[in-house]
T-cell receptor, first 113, second 115 residues
Framework: KAGVTQTPRYLIKTRGQQVTLSCSPISGHRSVSWYQQTPGQGLQFLFEYFSETQRNKGNFPGRFSGRQFSNSRSEMNVSTLELGDSALYLC????????????FGPGTRLTVL | AQSVTQLDSHVSVSEGTPVLLRCNYSSSYSPSLFWYVQHPNKGLQLLLKYTSAATLVKGINGFEAEFKKSETSFHLTKPSAHMSDAAEYFCVVRTPPGNTGKLIFGQGTTLQVKP
C-alpha cells in the first residue's frame, strides 16, 4: 500500500506570492492533518480535514487555508507569503479520525525569499 | 491546556549502551501520548502510543515507554542503542482525547549514537 505522498517536495517562492501544497493520503484514509515544522517553533498543528470538512484548526493566521476533496486528497494554500513561512509542511493521514494512528508524508520544504 | 516537555534537546550515547529520552506531560484529561521518530529528510514515524491501557508500552525497533501518572512522565527507553537509532525524537500528546483532536509536539530530542 502506498504511503502518504506530498507534492511538490521542494518549493521556492518570493514574499507576497501564494502557494498551494498537495497531499494524497493512504488509500482508504479519510482524515488528513497538516503541520508546520520550523527550527524555532518546532512542529505545530495547522488543521485537520475529514469528509471535506475542516474539523479542527490550529493557531495560524487566515492566510493559511486548506480544503479536502471527495477522494480525500487535500491541499493547503498560503497567501501573501512571508519570510517566516519558510518551513517543512507535513501532511498526515489516518483512517477515520486523528485518534487513529497518523501516517506522515515526507513533507514539502517551502523556502520564501 | 495540554502540553509536553522534552527535558533534553540533545542526547549522546555510545552504540550498545542504553537510551533514555525524557518527556513530561501536562494534561487535564487522561492523556493519549505518543513517541515519533524523524530521520533526516524523512517523514515522522510512530514508535509507540499510550492510550490508557497498559502503562508499559512496547514499540518498534526495541523501544518502550512507561506511563507514570504520579510523575506525569512518559520516558522513552531502549536497552541497547544502534547506529540507525540516530534521529530526532518527538514526544506528543493528543488534545483533546477522543475522536477529534490535534497532536501537540514537544520540541524534540536529537539522539546521537557514537560508534
Amino acid at each position: 500500500k502506498a504511503g502518504v505522498t506530498q507534492t511538490p517536495r521542494y518549493l521556492i517562492k518570493t514574499r507576497g506570492q501564494q502557494v498551494t501544497l498537495s497531499c494524497s493520503p493512504i488509500s482508504g484514509h479519510r482524515s488528513v492533518s497538516w503541520y508546520q515544522q520550523t527550527p524555532g517553533q518546532g512542529l505545530q498543528f495547522l488543521f485537520e480535514y475529514f469528509s471535506e470538512t475542516q474539523r479542527n484548526k490550529g493557531n495560524f493566521p487566515g492566510r493559511f487555508s486548506g480544503r479536502q476533496f471527495s477522494n480525500s486528497r487535500s491541499e493547503m494554500n498560503v497567501s501573501t507569503l512571508e519570510l517566516g513561512d519558510s518551513a517543512l509542511y507535513l501532511c498526515a493521514s489516518s483512517l477515520e479520525t486523528s485518534a487513529n494512528e497518523q501516517f506522515f508524508g515526507p513533507g514539502t520544504r517551502l523556502t520564501v525569499l | 491546556a495540554q502540553s509536553v516537555t522534552q527535558l533534553d534537546s540533545h542526547v549522546s550515547v555510545s552504540e550498545g549502551t542504553p537510551v533514555l529520552l525524557r518527556c513530561n506531560y501536562s494534561s487535564s484529561y487522561s492523556p493519549s501520548l505518543f513517541w515519533y521518530v524523524q530521520h533526516p529528510n524523512k517523514g515522522l514515524q510512530l514508535l509507540l502510543k499510550y492510550t490508557s491501557a497498559a502503562t508499559l508500552v512496547k514499540g518498534i525497533n526495541g523501544f518502550e515507554a512507561e506511563f507514570k501518572k504520579s510523575e506525569t512522565s512518559f520516558h522513552l527507553t531502549k536497552p541497547s542503542a544502534h547506529m540507525s537509532d540516530a534521529a530526532e525524537y518527538f514526544c506528543v500528546v493528543r488534545t483533546p482525547p477522543g475522536n477529534t483532536g490535534k497532536l501537540i509536539f514537544g520540541q524534540g530530542t536529537t539522539l546521537q549514537v557514537k560508534p
